[in-house]
């Protein structure tokens, strides 16, 4: 699918859209109880509906409503083949499930997803009782019961590899300690992963190594609803500070866990005014400067921010940002490329970039440009086009549904021109 985006300021307020993070982890704590539960406030994109699938593959009652989940029954199958399409949650808080329950298993995957690594979780677990076939790549098969109650996994790959030996924890009937090596990224994330983890019952000690989850514990029915989602609403967070008139953004907990509502602290770096008040979140351009920013806990954010910096004044340098380049792209390269063809100035090095803002002024945009089968990067695409002097097509746009389905009726809800030109996947 191309959409154009027309030049179009965006203005007004909007709802958040549920997080897609927490989204998966309500999943995986409610798939693992026995008794019903319900999942109120879930936007069912791609990522969430393949988490969906491979509880229903493994024997798991999941009846689908319009934004919200009823569960019921048990894991009851012992031999599966699970497609956990795009979504790099789905298959690495999977497979040390499936390890803890004794489940044999082939894992297929799309997109980049079979070339993401998946050697750390691998290869620990082969450690203690599980064969996997084709090298620890998919497709991938994995059978085996897992053994062992002290698990050692590097922290600086990916924090998904931990959150799964956290709910997969508590399926051991033993104390479980799970120490981490060396330096940990995304911690955010697994903060997300203990919360959800007590809602449903789990205790999880946080120590001076890792975790450790006590024995004799059992997941227990809860019924939640998603909380809305930082990650997502940084897109029109992002395009208030750009723009001169006010965006709003309703339902954002000011509480929560997750690490991208640094974003406000962030784009008040930048120079943007901030109103909170009364559950909602209104942000308006100011005089936006260039700043300094750490990504190791935010990788997410990168695109957009990249975004906010293209019209800053002055030099935006985001470091510790090499992970992503084992994205859903190589989002240091796209991130170059994207902003490079609208007319801005990006430079890429192997763990930073720096963008040169243009002054506050539009960029010229008239160009095609590929989402690179990455949501966040063609979200971002469509914020730097809406203020852009010409129109902008993004080719492969169809990618957005990975997270955020109903994106581009949300910019035109806000004010924005995004029409599709082409239909059919032209990524």
């Known amino acids: 699918m191309e959409v154009r985006i027309s030049p179009s300021p965006l203005h007004g307020a ?22 019903p539960c319900t999942i109120e406030n879930i936007t069912l994109s791609d990522d969430v509906l393949a988490t ?16 919200a989940l009823s569960l019921s029954g048990s894991l009851s199958c012992r031999s599966v083949q699970i497609d956990c399409g795009e979504s790099g949650s789905t298959l690495r808080f999977l497979i040390p499930v499936l390890a803890a329950l004794g489940v044999e298993a082939e894992l297929i995957g799309h997109g980049r997803l079979p070339s993401r690594p998946l050697d750390p979780i691998v290869s620990l677990l082969a450690q203690n009782g599980i064969a996997f076939s084709n090298s620890g790549r998919l497709p991938l098969h994995m059978e085996g019961n897992l053994r062992g109650s002290e698990f050692a996994v590097c922290a600086d790959i990916s924090s998904q ?37 007590s809602q449903y019952g789990i205790e999880v000690k946080e120590t001076e190594y890792g975790y450790f989850v006590p024995e004799k514990q059992k997941y227990r029915s809860c019924n939640c609803k998603v909380e809305g989602d930082y990650s997502n609403a940084a897109f029109f967070l992002c395009a208030g500070a750009i723009g001169k008139k006010p965006v709003t953004v309703k339902g954002l907990n000011p509480q929560s866990k997750q690490g991208d509502r640094e974003i406000l602290s962030l784009l008040k770096q930048f120079g943007a005014k901030i109103l909170e008040a009364e559950g909602q979140i209104q942000i308006c351009g100011g005089t936006l400067r260039g700043i300094t920013i750490d990504a190791e806990d935010i990788p997410d954010l990168v695109p957009i921010l990249s975004v906010v910096a293209a019209f800053a004044e002055g030099d935006t340098v985001i470091e510790n940002a090499g992970r992503l380049r084992i994205k859903e792209c190589d989002r240091l390269r796209a991130v170059s490329d994207f902003l490079t063809k609208l007319g801005g100035k990006a430079e890429e090095f192997p763990d930073r970039l720096v963008i040169h803002g243009n002054g506050g002024k539009p960029l010229p945009g008239g160009c095609t440009v590929s989402s690179w089968n990455d949501h966040r990067i063609a979200m971002s695409e469509t914020i730097a086009a809406a203020y852009s002097i010409h129109p902008v097509e993004i080719a492969g746009a169809e990618c957005v549904k ?26």
Request: glycine content about 8%; hydrophobic content about 45%.
């Open 161 to 197: 590899f931990i959150t799964g030996l956290l709910f997969a924890a508590p399926l051991l009937n033993k104390d479980c300690a799970i120490s981490l090596i060396g330096k940990r990224v995304s911690q955010p994330y697994l903060d997300i992963t203990v919360d959800v983890l």
């Open 14 to 35: 909007i709802p958040a859209p549920p997080s897609k993070s927490v989204s998966h982890r309500l999943l995986f704590a409610a798939s693992l109880t026995e008794q």
């Open 402 to 427: 990975k997270s955020y389905p109903g994106f581009y009726q949300d910019i035109n809800e806000l004010g924005g021109i995004a029409n599709v030109v082409h239909v059919g996947e032209s990524n």
């Open 52 to 67: 969906i699938g491979a509880f229903q593959a493994l024997g798991k009652k999941i009846e689908i409503f319009e934004n």
